[in-house]
């Protein structure tokens, strides 16, 4: 393969990680957010008097006990963590592929 040839599927490999990566960015945030709003709403739950609450499920609320809904809320945020977690390690894969990628493009023109 010539230098140009390398250049170019470098380049199409930058360009693809760095979309991944944004894709991985956004997918962070959403998770973020997902996380505070159970966060959130398990400490206001958890202030309530009341020992039933009503769910929302589809167009319809079903009334359901407290403690059940907080405990699944509690379990929604463990799991919520362990995809941030994979996604983080997913990040730290593609920021280095990037900066190698980077590196093997500065190599090759330095060549020319």
Not at 3 to 32: F, G, P, Y
Not at 34 to 56: C, G, M, R
Not at 60 to 66: G, R, S, T
Not at 104 to 109: C, D, E, N, S, Y
């Amino acid at each position: 393969m010539s230098n140009q040839q390398i250049a170019q599927e470098l380049t199409t490999n930058l360009r693809n990680v760095k979309i991944q990566l944004d894709t991985v960015s956004q997918q962070l945030m959403h998770l973020e957010t997902q996380e505070k709003l159970a966060e959130v709403t398990t400490k206001e739950l958890e202030s309530y008097p009341n020992d039933q609450i009503w769910k929302a499920c589809g167009k319809a609320f079903v009334l359901q006990d407290k403690s059940k809904y907080v405990t699944d809320l509690k379990e929604d945020v463990g799991t919520l963590k362990e995809q941030k977690k994979a996604l983080n390690i997913k990040r730290d894969y593609l920021d280095t592929t990037l900066e190698k990628t980077v590196d093997g493009l500065k190599a090759i023109m330095t060549q020319k």
